[in-house]
């Protein structure tokens, strides 16, 4: 049995070695050094143990791979200098909840080398053992030709590296902020993602940078006019919404975390709220015009039956003609799918179907019911949809919504027309859990009747003596079979009911769709970026 002082020698033997792992703990929390720190705020961006700190829950991370690194020794053996890896990483918690969370430290390399070979590996399978969300911080330039000169020699991609991504898609949430420039294999990831938000004037993505853009193709072109806000969230759809700043996007990502649940084998949570699910708006009643022409406010629309008011939107500036959010109806978080009056009347473009198409997706993923707000025209028509690819872009919303299985339930405000009318009716096959009310300002078919009249009498019209007369006679005649009343009667819709009574039929229905939601958890297939 040891004496007390040889205890004491045993205990004391070891002060050496944990001074040793303060000191290097020291050392990476410098991270690039002063300079490059000083550097990385001087453009207005916060480095990358400011970003974790502001995201997660207060003293709520803890780091791995902090010791990660390449060391510097002199003739003794003793630690001289240390650089670290390139990439800080742990867990933490966002609103109590368990989360993995990491991202590429800038001034390190520029962030290379350290989110796909270095520490970053650990992040996703921690995040599929844990079954707990994965989110991610881009801000790095990928893959560096330094690499091949470290190495002696290339490589050939094999494709394994993005396996992993894959599988996460299928089951847990992924979230990415695009704080800086993200090329290469960080730009991949940060779209392999569930929701994604960019930094406006500050992150960028591209397959590769202007340096070698310019080289290999001779454009000659700023990071921002590459892949800045302006390229990939209001014109590509590459990334999902922009924030004003960084503290923007990580609220983003906490509000958008909310709605779901931490994986695909759990429930998404329930909120506690006050707002009466038999609640009746007046407003409803007159919120539609009776000028079957005119637009209305389908966000104030929505606003008047959500819980509170409140309901997060998914790429706003992109497919403008549709609406997607998430919302809660008696606490429960649900999709929202509408279209919007305001643009194209509500028509379906290929930007707006494949959009449709990503959040159904991931509403399917992660067993969130679906609440559909119809105004739909039909596809958007010309030269431009054409080309555009409307009717594939189209199509694939039908079949998404075709091969979903999670409930829904569609409100027919006012148009429905052909097969952007399909594909914004439920969702599922034909023994999907789905329901379908009318409202009084509901008109639906096949065809608009204005189009379908010049396309169907057109001789006759032409051999009248006044052709437009006889054009408005006959689209007269039409419309007088619109009414919502007479499909109701065919019980081609379950019912037709007073706009005012929407919140109070949607909240029963997705309080009864509860258990067909638990008997679906699990895997059903990546989300489509």
């Known amino acids: 049995m040891a004496t007390e002082a040889e205890s004491h020698e045993d205990a004391a033997s070891w002060s050496d070695a944990v001074g040793e792992i303060e000191r290097r703990r020291e050392l990476a929390a410098r991270m690039g050094g002063e300079e490059r720190v000083a550097r990385q705020r001087a453009e207005g961006k916060l480095t990358i143990r400011e970003r974790i700190d502001r995201f997660v829950d207060p003293g709520s991370f803890f780091e791995v791979g902090g010791m990660a690194g390449t060391g510097e020794y002199d003739p003794d053996g003793a630690l001289a200098g240390f650089i670290p890896a390139g990439y800080v990483l742990g867990l933490g918690q966002v609103d109590g909840r368990d989360v993995c969370v990491g991202g590429e430290d800038f001034t390190v390399r520029g962030g290379s080398g350290g989110g796909g070979k270095g520490p970053g590996r650990w992040l996703q399978p ?274 998404a919504g075709a091969s979903a299985s999670i409930p829904s339930i569609a409100i027919q405000v006012r148009k429905s027309y052909g097969m952007a009318g399909d594909a914004a009716a439920c969702l599922g096959g034909p023994d999907a859990l789905k329901m379908r009310f009318g409202w009084p300002s509901g008109e639906w078919g096949s065809i608009p009747i204005e189009g379908g009249v010049a396309a169907a009498y057109r001789r006759e019209i032409a051999n009248a003596p006044d052709p437009e007369a006889r054009r408005s006679e006959i689209e007269e005649r039409l419309l007088q079979g619109r009414s919502p009343f007479k499909v109701a009667e065919a019980f081609e819709i379950l019912d037709i009911i007073d706009p005012r009574e929407t919140r109070s039929v949607i909240c029963r229905f997705i309080a009864g769709a509860q258990d067909t939601l638990r008997r679906n958890l699990g895997p059903k297939g990546p989300v489509r970026p």
């Open 126 to 399: 921690a995040a599929l053992q844990r079954r707990i969300p994965l989110v991610q911080f881009a801000d790095g330039a990928g893959a560096s030709a330094r690499s091949y000169d470290d190495a002696g020699r290339m490589h050939l991609p094999d494709g394994n590296q993005w396996a992993r991504d894959a599988e996460l898609l299928s089951k847990v949430p992924v979230c990415s902020a695009i704080v800086g420039p993200a090329a290469g294999h960080v730009a991949g990831r940060a779209v392999l993602s569930h929701f994604s938000v960019m930094v406006r004037g500050q992150g960028q993505v591209f397959a590769a940078g202007p340096p070698v853009v310019k080289r290999a193709i001779g454009e000659d072109l700023t990071k921002e006019e590459l892949g800045g806000a302006g390229v990939h969230v209001r014109t590509s759809g590459v990334v999902d919404n922009e924030a004003k700043d960084e503290d923007d996007a990580f609220r983003q990502i906490r509000s958008f975390l909310g709605y779901l649940p931490p994986n695909v084998w759990e429930m998404p949570p329930r909120l506690p709220t006050a707002d009466p699910a038999d609640r009746r708006e007046e407003r409803l009643l007159s919120i539609v015009p009776r000028d079957r022409t005119r637009w209305y406010d389908m966000r104030e629309l929505i606003e008047l039956v959500v819980d509170d008011g409140e309901f997060f939107e998914m790429r706003p500036s992109f497919g403008r003609s549709l609406i997607t959010a998430f919302a809660r109806f008696d606490g429960y978080p649900v999709g929202i799918i509408a279209n919007d009056p305001k643009v194209y009347a509500g028509a379906m473009t290929a930007d707006s179907a494949d959009k449709q198409t990503h959040f159904v997706d991931l509403c399917n993923t992660f067993s969130i019911p679906v609440v559909l707000f119809v105004d739909v025209p039909g596809f958007m028509i010309g030269s431009r949809s054409e080309r555009e690819g409307v009717m594939r872009a189209g199509m694939r919303a039908v079949v």
